[in-house]
């Protein structure tokens, strides 16, 4: 049986994201991310839904939105479902959450949007090479007055 596990998210940061390293060196954060949904009721009354869903981000997509992301922020969030399992140490039953490990974290809105002072967006997979500026423009020439076109010349 074919089996297909991808999770495609957008909401708003609950809290600060805080990097973490493992032991080994990898960084890893977890986000807080708020979904609402709106709908209306069968007896026409408008309702909002929120969902609260943890995300963990790893490498360097981790260290980006610690750097940049900010509690209020949106966020658009591609990844898959993994459920994490334990026992609980008070009680000694067994635990289970639900939580969604990012491949990809893209940032929303303008730079202060949502109270974030970082700016841009990030659409690497997580792990991904660091952010590098963009190549410099090759200086033009000055124009030979001759050679530049007519507006007739030009097809649109």
């Known amino acids: 049986m074919a089996s297909y596990n991808k999770?495609?998210?957008?909401?708003n940061l609950t809290r600060d994201p805080e990097v973490k390293y493992t032991p080994k060196?990898?960084?890893?954060?977890?986000?807080?991310l708020a979904v609402n949904r709106e709908y209306t009721t069968d007896s026409g009354e408008k309702r909002e839904e929120v969902v609260f869903v943890d995300v963990t981000v790893w490498g360097r997509q981790a260290e980006t939105c610690g750097e940049y992301l900010k509690k209020g922020r949106p966020v658009f969030v591609e990844g898959r479902l993994q459920l994490d399992t334990w026992d609980d140490k008070q009680s000694g039953q067994k635990r289970s959450k639900l939580r969604v490990n990012a491949e990809r974290v893209q940032f929303l809105g303008g730079r202060n949007e949502g109270g974030g002072e970082g700016g841009g967006s990030s659409s690497r997979p997580a792990g991904g090479s660091s952010?590098?500026?963009?190549?410099?423009?090759?200086k033009r020439e000055p124009a030979d007055p001759d050679l530049e076109p007519?507006?007739?010349?030009?097809?649109?």
């Open 7 to 11: 999770v495609l998210l957008m909401g």
């Open 25 to 32: 060196g990898m960084a890893v954060t977890d986000l807080g």
């Open 131 to 138: 952010s590098r500026p963009a190549p410099a423009q090759p």
């Open 150 to 156: 007519e507006e007739d010349d030009i097809p649109f």
